[in-house]
């Protein structure tokens, strides 16, 4: 592996309008457009399409006049508009789901094929300004689960892992993943997530690889690139220290001049830890608020290195030791931006710090 898997967006208005060719050394999947996937796929890149069954408007793929597609309150009231000017669908509808399988197979032809289908809002009913009628938690993902398992064979990636329970989705066969948005890093205001939000993003991390289900981990932090070197790292460490080489997935939005959002820290690939894959991510507490994980074969860009260890201080407000003593004696450094606009990582930083800051983070190597 010369760099983690990773993602990102192609073929739609502010995407990178560099090649598929180019791009495929270090991407892995592409959210693409109908036109653009012949050429995605042609560089070998993996291919995902965009859709949003659970949420549709005016003029949406999926809004029609049948009022049975969509979810109401027990006064019969369609719910929404919601954002974008959007009505929460209902998972439980057979029309709803015809029609989004119909819409599905009209975006595959002789030369257009997917590796996956998105599916966004999965069992969500999170900002809706009412609930569906006679709505629980439990037959609103028994109706998801049902409406996913209606698109067999077509293989399905929903967007929810930060709802509760929503790896309930696993259940579909066909169903092969799902994104975690807000992953380590929330937004430009919340640029590192903390404490409990941080465990359950890393259990969630864990949890997919356990259930041989391809976890998204899609930071959403928009800073440009060269101005975010420290919540770049917090994210890169916080990924590492559960992640699965097959299996996890890094998707960032930071902004760079090219749009191509792929960060050089990807090349780093750390294999063969010391602590095998846990059920929870407490087996890598290594003191109070810190938790870290050590490997014994570390690569940049397909280049052995040495060993490395990944840690991070996930207490917003304290300072704690960093664990490791004189054990190793280097630390990763970021420069600059993007893969593809000059950004560039160092293995041979300065010495770990004796104290992680509230936040904090190192990536660190003998």
């Not at 569906?132 to 609103?140: E, F, K, L």
């Not at 579909?172 to 993943?177: F, K, L, P, T």
């Not at 929870?280 to 060993?307: F, H, K, N, P, T």
Request: glycine letters at 10%.
């Amino acid at each position: 592996m010369t760099h983690v898997l990773t993602a990102d967006y192609y073929g739609g208005a502010g995407d990178t309008t560099l090649s598929p060719g180019l791009l495929a050394r270090w991407v892995t999947w592409l959210e693409t457009s109908f036109q653009s996937n012949p050429a995605v796929r042609a560089a070998g890149i993996k291919a995902m399409y965009y859709t949003n069954p659970n949420r549709e408007a005016p003029g949406d793929p999926l809004y029609t006049k049948d009022e049975s597609t969509f979810a109401h309150t027990c006064s019969g009231q369609r719910i929404g508009p919601i954002t974008y000017g959007q009505y929460l669908m209902d998972p439980a509808s057979p029309d709803l789901r015809q029609l989004w399988r119909n819409f599905i197979a009209s975006r595959i032809t002789n030369t257009v094929q997917w590796d996956a289908i998105f599916e966004d809002d999965a069992n969500d009913v999170v900002g809706a300004p009412a609930l569906p009628c006679n709505y629980s938690a439990a037959s609103w993902l028994a109706a998801s689960q049902g409406e996913n398992s209606y698109q067999a064979p077509y293989p399905i990636v929903y967007n929810g892992l930060q709802i509760a329970n929503e790896m309930g989705l696993n259940v579909s066969s066909n169903v092969i993943g799902g994104m975690e948005e807000g992953c380590y890093g929330g937004s430009s205001q919340y640029p590192k997530m903390w404490g409990n939000y941080w465990i359950h993003i890393a259990n969630v991390e864990l949890g997919m690889a356990q259930q041989g289900k391809l976890f998204f981990c899609y930071d959403r932090d928009p800073t440009t690139a060269v101005s975010a070197l420290d919540g770049r790292l917090y994210t890169y460490a916080s990924f590492l220290i559960t992640y699965t080489p097959s299996s996890s997935i890094l998707w960032e939005m930071y902004a760079t001049p090219s749009a191509f959002h792929v960060e050089p820290e990807s090349m780093l690939v750390a294999l063969s830890p010391v602590v095998p894959q846990p059920s929870d991510v407490s087996a890598l507490q290594v003191s109070s608020q810190v938790y870290g994980r050590e490997y014994r074969a570390c690569y940049v860009a397909g280049v052995y290195v040495g060993s490395c260890a990944a840690v991070v201080n996930i207490d917003r407000f304290n300072a704690h030791p960093y664990p490791y003593g004189t054990k190793y004696t280097h630390t990763l450094v970021l420069t600059g931006g993007g893969i593809l606009d000059g950004g560039a990582i160092s293995v041979a930083g300065p010495l770990p710090p004796a104290n992680l800051p509230a936040l904090g983070s190192a990536i660190v190597f003998p």
